[in-house]
């Protein structure tokens, strides 16, 4: 069985920064993409930042040069680092990672349940 656990979420000031984590655990053969989502109240879902294997990034247009992705692949991990975050950046942030398992021949979407942002002063 394959888990996503986020962690790093909380409450910070315009402005501020946090690091936000998340570990891919159980039998993996291969993760080819890692990236994280954000969803706001009443919004929908959106992709934040996604990173491949090679470690090649990609962002959303409204947190180019604000944030960055990274990964750990001996360590399964991915890590979005956010500065001079904004009130917009208030969601819910969830990992998630196209996975390959011993027991599946196709690569399939893990999410992790997610962790709060909240940018307020």
């Known amino acids: 069985q394959v888990q996503l656990v986020e962690s790093g979420g909380g409450l910070v000031q315009p402005g501020g920064s946090l690091r936000l984590s998340c570990a891919a655990s159980g039998t993996i053969f291969s993760i080819s993409l890692m990236g994280w989502y954000r969803q706001a109240p009443g919004k929908q879902r959106e992709l934040v930042a996604h990173?491949?294997?090679?470690?090649?990034?990609s962002y959303a247009d409204s947190v180019k040069g604000r944030i960055t992705i990274s990964r750990d692949n001996a360590k399964n991990t991915v890590y979005l680092q956010m500065n001079s975050l904004r009130p917009e950046d208030t969601a819910v942030y969830y990992c998630?990672?196209?996975?390959?398992?011993?027991?599946?021949?196709?690569?399939?979407?893990?999410w992790g349940q997610g962790t709060q942002v909240t940018v307020s002063s």
């Open positions: 998630y990672g196209l996975i390959t398992t011993p027991y599946e021949l196709r690569e399939l979407d893990y």
């Open positions: 990173i491949t294997s090679g470690g090649t990034p």
